[in-house]
């Protein structure tokens, strides 16, 4: 059993930054992906960028050119930098690992069985 435990999550105006971390309890595998995923009161959860244990990364296009993911394999560790936030990243995100099962890493929920429990990010206007 894995247990994510993510970090790093505030309130920060338009054009602010933030840096997500979630540390793993255990070691992640080599088959498996690693993602972060946000959810806005009101709506569904959604996949914002993936990336397997050999760094292939890949996020969706309302972020593309402001999030990056990253990870320290060494430290169990998963990371997103948020830059130029905007009010509508507003949202509750969350990390998660799944076993890859395609060429690339999914961004949808149902890819993913170990989930930590959220932190709230929060850009005001």
């Known amino acids: 059993q894995v247990q994510l435990v993510e970090s790093g999550g505030g309130s920060v105006q338009a054009g602010g930054s933030l840096r997500l971390s979630c540390v793993a309890s255990?070691?992640?595998?080599?088959?498996?992906?690693m993602g972060w995923f946000r959810q806005a009161p009101g709506k569904g959860r959604e996949g914002v960028a993936t990336i397997d244990r050999y760094g292939s990364a890949r996020n969706i296009d309302s972020v593309k050119g402001r999030f990056t993911i990253s990870q320290d394999n060494a430290k169990n560790t998963l990371y997103l930098q948020m830059n130029n936030l905007k009010p509508e990243d507003t949202a509750m995100y969350y990390c998660?690992?799944?076993?890859?099962?395609?060429?690339?890493?999914?961004?949808?929920?149902?890819?993913?069985?170990?989930w930590g429990q959220g932190t709230q990010v929060t850009v005001s206007s």
């Open positions: 998660a690992a799944g076993p890859r099962s395609g060429l690339q890493c999914s961004l949808f929920v149902s890819g993913y069985n170990y």
């Open positions: 255990a070691m992640i595998y080599s088959g498996y992906c």
